[in-house]
């Protein structure tokens, strides 16, 4: 008696992404479910809460999932996903150091400042902050990816799939943002 074995394959990413492609919610749920454990695995091993690294990659497969009729990849899905996530860490990385720098700046100068100057400054960064919140996404991801990692407007460009005037329009956007919102 011979015994017939059929594997049962699965689909590999670059299909599920063209099932995706054309709206297929189980596609995207099985690419979800295949590469959430190991992005929140590594995303846990460099940012210091469970919480914020599922946000993080939370974040990527929302963007993943909204750009997808935009996006073409030239390198595989997980490569996209895991360069996504590591862009994702490098942002948190330099947000964080950008906040450290200001309060040790802020610290080592506050002899120097008066009380009400102190309040002044924090008010500053509060609605300078407000205001990069409250840009639109594309906007706020480019003014940030210009500002916070210094990525040249070509590199902000090839990163989100748009064009570099696109990015330009985006940063001269938030900057304008920003300074109309200063606190007076």
């Known amino acids: 008696m011979r015994v017939s074995s059929t ?21 995207f749920e099985e690419i979800y479910a295949r590469h959430w ?7 846990c091993s460099k940012v210091a809460s469970q919480h914020k690294a599922e946000d993080m990659v939370q974040d990527i497969f929302i963007s993943l999932y909204k750009r997808r009729h935009l996006i073409d990849f030239n390198i595989s899905l997980k490569s996209y996903l895991n360069k996504s996530l590591k862009f994702k860490i490098l ?21 120097t400042f008066n009380t009400m100057t102190a309040v002044e400054l924090k008010e500053l960064t509060s609605g300078i902050t407000r ?48 300074k109309q919102n200063l606190p007076a």
């Open 7 to 27: 594997v049962l394959q699965q689909p590999s990413d670059e299909l599920l992404f063209k099932l995706v492609k054309q709206d297929n919610r189980k596609a």
């Open 37 to 43: 454990p190991t992005l929140v695995t590594f995303a």
């Open 91 to 111: 942002n948190e990385y330099r947000s964080q150091s950008v906040r450290k720098n200001y309060l040790d700046t802020a610290s080592y100068h506050q002899d």
């Open 131 to 178: 205001s990069i919140e409250a840009l639109p996404q594309k906007c706020r991801e480019a003014f940030l990816l210009s500002r916070s990692q210094e990525l040249s407007h070509k590199d902000i460009s090839r990163s989100m799939g748009i064009s570099v005037s696109t990015v330009e329009k985006h940063i001269v956007k938030a900057l304008k943002h920003i």
